[in-house]
């Protein structure tokens, strides 16, 4: 008992009367104060570590390095990608600032939302961006979110999926970049809130607020619906950067309308200027998007608004073969693996890009119709003899001429 009595901490000094718990091991002693600060001590060295580890990985390049990068992957759209490149830049540059205790300048956050019609490459984009920087990326589709208690996914749920983007990593994640797509489709339905509950609509929006701004947010690490069982995970939305894409179908008539209202009159424009009615998109502005059914609180969180210019003849025709990743690249790579040569002419070219204006499903229609002229050869070949693949005129139009796409082009 004396024995027992004499016993203290090997740490700390402290006689077993004065802790809590007094943990012995094979020639000392700990007690409960000594662990616990331990335990911080550790727990700070691991933060510092990740933070620094984190700020090595993370690869900051100026304006005009990350436009020449975006320029490698994405025809035309300079106006967007001088707006992205700045807007990117000035994010983690914040990230990135020393900490100066006497700086009473706080830079606020920079979320981009992006305007232009499907196919124009707004995704693709945010995703050549993260790849460059070297951040986790995860894309979310707003059509699926609903307030909380609806069925639908949480607000929070575009979180988890950053989550596993980053492996786990919470520190890692909370640099990162979320795209959420489709987030003209949450648009409020009414001018009059109050006449139904909007829950997939402006609740979606409100829900919205403050993940945007920044907050602590607890997070389900696999997804799904909260319940009070599941443990969850905090995740601080400060430092990550949002970008919002949408096509926005019919805010041309929204921008036609405030360009023309004052055609005539004392206010009406002396210069003659005179718009560009192909592409009226250019002249959007955050009222534009209040019209269209965004609350402005929202709109102010995404203070950086940019637009995609529609694809014209001379740019899909690019797309089609200058880009690296570009979709004549990707099949030739394929057909090269199966030992096929590959090739195709210029007037096979410039038919695939006529298809595709038809039927104004941008870039996305250049893909459709390539998988419709090479996907009997990507059939047969790979078990075939036959070595060489030279796609002409002639075979687009006969292999276009038996698939459904006419069909339907003639239903239309």
């Known amino acids: 008992m004396a024995k027992e009595k004499n016993l203290e901490c090997s740490f700390c000094g402290r006689k077993k009367a004065e802790t809590n718990l007094l943990i012995a091991g094979m020639d000392a002693h700990i007690c409960d104060h000594c662990i616990e600060q331990a335990y911080g001590i550790v727990k700070e060295e691991i933060l510092q570590s990740s933070k620094s580890t984190l700020t090595k990985e993370l690869t900051i390049k100026k304006p005009q390095e990350i436009k020449a990068f975006l320029d490698q992957y994405i025809i035309g759209q300079d106006e967007t990608k001088r707006a992205m490149s700045v807007a990117v830049y000035n994010h983690y540059k914040r990230l990135l600032q020393a900490k100066d205790k006497n700086d009473d300048v706080e830079i606020e956050k920079s979320n981009i ?14 995703k050549t961006i993260a790849r460059m920087l070297n951040v986790p990326f ?11 208690g609806y069925v639908g996914e949480d607000v929070e749920s575009i979180l988890s ?40 609509g402006e609740g979606v929006q409100q829900a919205l607020l403050k993940l945007l701004e920044g907050t602590v947010v607890n997070v389900a690490p696999q997804g799904g619906r909260k319940h009070p069982e599941q443990k969850f995970v905090e995740v601080n939305t400060k430092d990550i950067l949002f970008i919002a894409g949408g096509a926005f179908s019919g805010i041309e008539r929204n921008i036609s309308k405030r360009l023309n209202m004052q055609a005539v009159g004392f206010g009406a424009s002396m210069d003659g200027e005179s718009h560009d009615k192909e592409n009226l998109l250019q002249y959007i502005t955050p009222s534009d998007l209040k019209s269209f059914g965004l ?8 203070p ?15 797309i089609l073969t200058e880009p690296k990743n570009s979709i004549i690249k990707q099949y030739a790579k394929l057909f090269l693996m199966d030992d096929v040569d590959f090739t195709i002419s210029d007037d096979a070219l410039d038919f695939i890009v006529d298809k595709a204006i038809t039927y104004k499903l941008g870039a996305r229609g250049l893909r459709s119709l390539c998988e419709a002229i090479f996907t009997d050869a990507m059939f047969d070949l790979p078990s075939s003899n036959e070595k060489v693949l ?11 001429s038996n698939t459904k796409l006419k069909k339907l082009k003639e239903a239309s």
């Open 304 to 318: 950086v608004l940019t637009y995609m210019n529609p694809l014209d003849s001379i740019a899909l025709r690019a």
């Open 138 to 148: 995860s894309i979310v589709d707003a059509t699926v979110l609903t307030q909380a």
């Open 390 to 400: 030279n796609v002409t005129k002639e075979y687009c139009e006969f292999k276009l």
């Open 113 to 126: 939302i992006l305007v232009g019609e499907t196919g124009t490459g707004k995704t693709l984009i945010a």
């Open 161 to 200: 999926r950053l989550l596993q983007a980053a492996d786990y990593n919470v520190e890692k994640a909370e640099k990162g970049i979320v795209f959420i797509d489709e987030i003209d489709k949450i648009a409020r339905k009414g001018d009059n809130p109050s006449i139904t509950r909007d829950v997939s």
């Open 295 to 302: 609350i402005p609180e929202i709109i102010g969180r995404l």
